[in-house]
């Protein structure tokens, strides 16, 4: 009988609903090993997709329907278990167990049942976190077509401080990633920049067709690049009437035709991250190594003396090669104090580039349920949820390549007075797709 209890207990583990099918109900057995075996057959599809086929794989664990059936074939199988392990405690009939052995066949049934159930229970917890991020963060919008072999990616850093009449993007860049490839170029735009083209046949072109703010002004108290946003989405958002439906923003959709008619390309989608949540993202990933460029003090412009130096007993980020916390990092990406917006830009550029290449799937997965939580609150955009696993793809390609990198900066260019065709030149220069050589 010991012997038997063993058996059991092992054939259970291994192939749930064996146990019933040697010695207990053999239909219900039946029907459970076949479950097993199609639970199987799901993981061994599971694996190959990872494989040999991650987007896709990615597509399904981030549909909406998908992770619903996943949550509901955990629930099923988890209960099926907790019947299948207290039935075969039933089967071993303990009593006719050797005394020494009871315990320990006893403990494997109670172990098992523990450790099968505690995965489905965080597995539930997975899918559930990440059904919801998807659906707060990812649109149901439209699949776009790489346009001239690339996907181009506008990435705003809003900026709604108490002291901000309304959000004014903080930073602005264009991510450009080859659909081939996955090499990425990171395009920078000052904040700062003026009389900025709309792209030909925009809403807001037809309000500024010779440039914004270049004949009568501007909407708002200055006419730079960053007040787009402010100007179309508090003050003429009827230009955009369906943005909101189409998972965006007028202030957003505005500012991307701005972009576009800077840049001379076509963007097909947007991130937009709210900075003041910006270091709760980066600490839930653990935080980020960034090489400083240069030694900031932890304070505001307005704090500085006449002389330019901080009050006494202020916090320096210090030069070099240093891991930082949220808190940090985002300090570092948006100081001005001792600082110019073009050193600022290579700044948070720096931030973005290590973010890319230091947050790696595993780490993504270990801390997914608070990264997915603070993602919710950090991050917009209108990516459908149908393109993630393509994206997904891309950005482990990225990770892997040297990113180009071309910031739209003095002496390179005049911000007061951009000459618009030599940047679309420079665009043009920069994005410019390597064909492969031909073989004999």
């Given at each position: 009988?010991?012997?038997?209890?063993?058996?059991?207990?092992?054939?259970?583990?291994?192939?749930?609903?064996?146990?019933?099918?040697?010695?207990g109900?053999?239909?219900?057995?039946?029907?459970?090993?076949?479950?097993?075996?199609v639970?199987?057959?799901?993981?061994?599809?599971?694996?190959?997709?990872?494989?040999?086929?991650?987007?896709?794989?990615?597509?399904?664990?981030?549909n909406?329907?998908?992770?619903?059936?996943?949550?509901?074939?955990?629930?099923?199988?988890?209960?099926?278990?907790?019947?299948?392990?207290?039935?075969?405690?039933?089967?071993?009939?303990?009593?006719?167990?050797?005394?020494?052995?009871?315990?320990?066949?006893?403990?494997?049934?109670?172990?098992?049942?523990?450790?099968?159930?505690g995965?489905?229970?965080?597995?539930?917890?997975?899918?559930?976190?990440?059904?919801?991020?998807?659906?707060?963060?990812?649109?149901?919008?439209?699949?776009?077509?790489?346009?001239?072999?690339?996907?181009?990616?506008?990435?705003?850093?809003?900026?709604?401080?108490?002291?901000?009449?309304?959000?004014r993007?903080?930073?602005?860049?264009?991510?450009?990633?080859?659909?081939?490839t996955?090499?990425?170029?990171i395009?920078?735009?000052?904040?700062?920049?003026?009389?900025?083209?709309?792209?030909?046949?925009?809403?807001?072109?037809?309000?500024?067709?010779?440039?914004?703010?270049?004949?009568?002004?501007?909407?708002?108290?200055?006419?730079?690049?960053?007040?787009?946003?402010?100007?179309?989405?508090?003050?003429?958002?009827?230009?955009?009437?369906?943005?909101?439906?189409?998972?965006?923003?007028?202030?957003?959709?505005?500012?991307?035709?701005?972009?576009?008619?800077?840049?001379?390309?076509t963007?097909?989608?947007?991130?937009?991250?709210?900075?003041?949540?910006?270091?709760?993202?980066?600490?839930?990933?653990?935080?980020?190594?960034?090489?400083?460029?240069?030694?900031?003090?932890?304070?505001?412009?307005?704090?500085l003396?006449?002389?330019g130096?901080?009050?006494?007993?202020?916090?320096?980020i210090?030069?070099?090669?240093?891991?930082?916390?949220?808190?940090?990092?985002?300090?570092?990406?948006?100081?001005?104090?001792g600082?110019?917006?073009?050193?600022?830009?290579?700044?948070?550029?720096?931030?973005e580039?290590?973010?890319?290449?230091q947050?790696?799937?595993?780490?993504?997965?270990?801390?997914?349920?608070?990264?997915?939580?603070?993602?919710?609150?950090?991050?917009?955009?209108?990516?459908?949820?149908?393109?993630?696993?393509?994206?997904?793809?891309?950005?482990?390609?990225?990770?892997v390549?040297?990113?180009?990198?071309?910031?739209?900066?003095?002496?390179?260019?005049?911000?007061?007075?951009?000459?618009?065709?030599?940047?679309?030149?420079?665009v043009?220069?920069?994005?410019?797709?390597?064909?492969?050589?031909p073989t004999?």
């Amino acid at each position: 009988m010991t012997r038997r209890a063993w058996v059991l207990v092992v054939l259970g583990i291994l192939i749930p609903g064996a146990a019933q099918m040697l010695a207990g109900n053999r239909r219900f057995g039946r029907f459970a090993v076949g479950t097993t075996f199609v639970l199987w057959a799901l993981a061994v599809i599971t694996t190959l997709l990872y494989f040999f086929a991650r987007p896709t794989l990615v597509t399904i664990g981030t549909n909406f329907f998908a992770l619903w059936v996943v949550q509901a074939i955990i629930v099923f199988f988890g209960l099926l278990w907790m019947v299948l392990a207290f039935d075969t405690l039933r089967l071993l009939r303990l009593a006719r167990v050797a005394p020494s052995a009871r315990a320990f066949v006893a403990g494997l049934v109670v172990l098992s049942l523990v450790v099968i159930g505690g995965g489905g229970a965080y597995g539930l917890k997975i899918a559930g976190t990440t059904r919801s991020a998807v659906d707060a963060v990812f649109s149901g919008g439209k699949i776009a077509d790489p346009v001239n072999g690339r996907y181009n990616i506008m990435l705003l850093g809003g900026d709604a401080g108490p002291d901000r009449d309304g959000l004014r993007p903080d930073s602005i860049s264009v991510v450009s990633v080859e659909a081939a490839t996955g090499k990425a170029t990171i395009i920078g735009i000052p904040r700062n920049l003026e009389n900025v083209p709309f792209v030909a046949g925009s809403p807001m072109a037809a309000e500024y067709p010779h440039g914004y703010g270049t004949d009568n002004g501007c909407q708002v108290d200055v006419c730079l690049i960053n007040s787009i946003y402010t100007e179309a989405e508090d003050i003429t958002p009827k230009l955009y009437p369906h943005a909101v439906a189409n998972g965006s923003r007028p202030g957003i959709e505005a500012t991307r035709d701005a972009a576009e008619g800077t840049l001379g390309i076509t963007i097909q989608y947007y991130v937009l991250i709210d900075m003041q949540g910006f270091s709760d993202l980066i600490d839930a990933l653990g935080g980020v190594t960034i090489d400083s460029i240069g030694r900031y003090p932890i304070a505001d412009s307005e704090s500085l003396d006449a002389n330019g130096n901080p009050p006494e007993g202020t916090r320096y980020i210090t030069s070099g090669v240093q891991h930082m916390d949220g808190f940090t990092a985002l300090w570092y990406a948006r100081i001005r104090a001792g600082s110019n917006d073009y050193d600022r830009m290579q700044r948070q550029h720096q931030v973005e580039e290590a973010i890319l290449q230091q947050f790696d799937p595993a780490n993504l997965l270990s801390k997914f349920d608070v990264v997915a939580k603070a993602g919710t609150q950090v991050v917009s955009t209108d990516i459908p949820q149908g393109m993630l696993g393509y994206f997904v793809d891309l950005a482990g390609k990225s990770r892997v390549l040297p990113v180009n990198k071309l910031e739209i900066v003095p002496p390179l260019i005049d911000v007061a007075q951009p000459d618009f065709d030599y940047i679309h030149q420079l665009v043009a220069k920069q994005l410019v797709i390597p064909t492969a050589a031909p073989t004999n």
